[in-house]
């Protein structure tokens, strides 16, 4: 799973929340994930890593396939 998602994936095994407001303007380091989400219709995104026993196991994701979006900090925050 983590193998298609290289940059995300970075950034959910340090804890981090990964949060995207548009798609089209990801990092050229991130053209894997940019052209998975392009191909999937997704604008944005917003995803949180799940961890079991410290090891990263899978991640809760928001996404919008209508919008480019701000995710706002309480919808983050709900997230956490």
Excluded at 24 to 38: F, G, V
Excluded at 44 to 58: C, I, M
Excluded at 60 to 79: A, F, M, P, V
């Amino acid at each position: 799973l983590f193998d298609s998602i290289p940059h995300i994936a970075q950034s959910l095994q340090r804890g981090k929340m990964f949060l995207c407001e548009s798609v089209r303007n990801m990092p050229s380091e991130a053209r894997l994930e940019r052209n998975l989400c392009l191909k999937q219709s997704i604008r944005s995104l917003v995803y949180v890593p799940l961890f079991f026993q410290d090891r990263l196991t899978g991640f809760l994701g928001c996404e919008s396939t209508t919008i480019e979006r701000r995710w706002h900090q309480y919808e983050q925050n709900l997230l956490k």
